[in-house]
């Protein structure tokens, strides 16, 4: 089982990062997922979260018309789509798959916003 992330970086306050999120090894289909991210010093927190076939998305306030999260269920990956961005949203930034079952998390990337 892999979920590797991709698409962190340095930006500048107001830019746009596009995360993706591949995954391999178990049925992507099937299962919820969801990005998270975790500043230095501070809990790890929900963002984003999308269900199995897209149809119904979450956001965290903090995020709620900035972020936009999606799925390619053919490419087996998620993705998170972050515009508007702010310093405080710099963090590490993982993806998360969940079933009933089981539960996978990403390694993480990163992103910075500052000028």
């Known amino acids: 089982v892999q979920l590797v992330e991709s698409g962190g970086g340095l930006v500048q306050p107001g830019g746009s990062l596009r995360l993706s999120c591949a995954a391999s090894?178990?049925?992507?289909?099937?299962?919820?997922m969801s990005w998270y991210r975790q500043a230095p010093g501070k809990e790890r927190e929900l963002v984003a979260s999308?269900?199995?076939?897209?149809?119904?998305?979450n956001y965290a306030d903090s995020v709620k018309g900035r972020f936009s999260i999606s799925r390619d269920n053919a490419k087996n990956t998620v993705y998170l789509q972050m515009n508007s961005l702010k310093p405080e949203d710099t963090a590490a930034y993982y993806c998360?798959?969940?079933?009933?079952?089981?539960?996978?998390w990403g390694q993480g990337t990163q992103v910075t916003v500052s000028s």
């Open positions: 998360r798959a969940f079933s009933n079952t089981n539960r996978y």
């Open positions: 090894g178990f049925t992507f289909r099937s299962y919820v």
């Open positions: 999308i269900t199995t076939t897209g149809s119904i998305t």
